[in-house]
């Protein structure tokens, strides 16, 4: 059974940065990507960022692209987010994500099957 288990999130002026962390076990790790999705309150859950197995490829959501950097680390099965010039519209749970097969339609959140309890993002104006 994969586990994901989040943390990191919280508070955080308009401006700042935060990183998030997602800790997974269960399986081999590098055999496959990870990604991070958000949903805000009343939205649907978002694609954020994807990295692959062996971290060469990194996609991201055109909002977040330029201020938000997934990466991670094979030898500690994690993967992490990095949120700089946050702003109140970042505000939201932020979940990271793990398939059960190589492929996928990596934006598409029905493409993962593993998902953390999420963390909470709150930017402040």
């Known amino acids: 059974q994969v586990q994901l288990v989040e943390s990191g999130g919280g508070l955080v002026q308009a401006g700042g940065s935060l990183s998030l962390s997602c800790a997974a076990s269960?399986?081999?790790?590098?055999?496959?990507?990870m990604g991070w999705f958000r949903q805000a309150p009343g939205k649907e859950r978002e694609f954020v960022a994807t990295?692959?197995?062996?971290?060469?490829?990194?996609y991201y959501a055109d909002s977040v692209s330029g201020r938000f950097t997934i990466s991670r680390d094979n030898a500690k099965t994690s993967a992490y987010l990095q949120m700089t010039s946050l702003c109140p519209g970042n505000t939201a749970v932020y979940y990271c994500?793990?398939?059960?097969?190589?492929?996928?339609?990596?934006?598409?959140?029905?493409?993962?099957?593993?998902w953390g309890q999420g963390t909470q993002v709150v930017v402040s104006s």
């Open positions: 994500a793990a398939p059960r097969r190589t492929g996928i339609n990596f934006r598409d959140f029905g493409s993962y099957d593993y």
């Open positions: 269960g399986r081999t790790f590098t055999n496959y990507a």
């Open positions: 990295i692959s197995g062996m971290g060469r490829s990194r």
